[in-house]
């Protein structure tokens, strides 16, 4: 027996408004949000919103901080997210981005993701150029903020998570990369204020890099599409041009990741 249709509305409107949570919930990082932010945000009662928090907290979709009485995404959301990894590969999405990039500029387009404290290389393609460079294989890690990619991801990241990000990585960057500290904690600046990273000489001698963060359908950095090339074809005009492309391609990876296109189902 079918329910009333007055039952079924009611219960597709609570399903929208649990969802909506949920999404605010997915930008709002460890930190979560107020029951007043949520209220704010979704423009719902209090009462509302504290009802439908209850039921997904009773489901494990969301957690209450205890500290804070902030809300947060709980355990299920995690365990959602590994299950649905398996399905779906970005890769898919960004592949033509990579390919339209490394045919226009001549030069090998690198796909990084975030994993942690880590940027970690998924995909490449080659660019025509008959110098070709290589700075990355696929399914290699490096701290984010060494190398292009990993540096405009850790740009991108929201204040109080770039800082405290910034203090455990800052070792393992100068380390590696050979440089002061100082001009590590200059180059995130200067990425936050152009809108994209530039390395020279950084990781390998003679090549430089240009990246630019990727979002999610919700806005939240993911990871970065970059271009290596030597340092001859790395002139200050062509640097602005690369970055304008890859501002140009970000932008329609997450227009594919928003409407689900490209994707690879396993």
Excluded: W
């Excluded at 609570?14 to 949000?33: D, P, Q």
């Excluded at 398996?86 to 490394?102: E, F, K, N, T, V």
């Amino acid at each position: 027996m079918s329910k009333p249709r007055s039952t079924a509305n009611s219960d597709a409107g609570s399903l929208e408004r649990a969802l909506h949570l949920v999404r605010l919930l997915a930008t709002a990082g460890e930190r979560g949000f107020g029951l007043t932010d949520l209220a704010r945000l979704t423009q719902l009662p209090h009462p509302t919103v504290h009802r439908l928090l209850q039921r997904l907290q009773l489901q494990k979709m969301v957690r209450q901080v205890q500290a804070t009485r902030r809300y947060a995404l709980g355990p299920l959301a995690f365990e959602l997210g590994l299950a649905a990894a398996q399905q779906y590969d970005i890769r898919g999405a960004c592949h033509p981005s990579l390919l339209r990039i490394s045919q226009e500029i001549g030069d090998t387009a690198y796909l990084v993701v975030r994993s942690g404290f880590e940027a970690v290389c998924i995909d490449r393609q080659e660019g025509p150029s008959p110098i070709r460079v290589f700075t990355l294989d696929i399914g290699s890690r490096r701290p984010l903020g060494l190398g292009a990619a990993g540096l405009a991801i850790l740009s991108d990241l929201p204040d109080d998570e770039r800082a405290g990000i910034t203090k455990v990585v800052t070792p393992l960057v100068l380390g590696q990369g050979k440089l002061p500290e100082f001009e590590f904690l200059a180059s995130i600046d200067s990425c936050r204020r152009h809108g994209y990273a530039y390395i020279r000489n950084r990781v390998t001698l003679g090549v430089s890099a240009v990246g630019v963060a990727i979002r999610d359908a919700l806005g939240q950095t993911i990871g970065a599409i970059s271009v290596a090339a030597v340092d001859s074809r790395m002139s200050q005009q062509r640097v602005a041009s690369i970055a304008r492309l890859l501002h140009r391609e970000a932008k329609a990876i997450q227009r594919a990741l928003k409407e689900g296109r490209g994707f690879t189902y396993d």
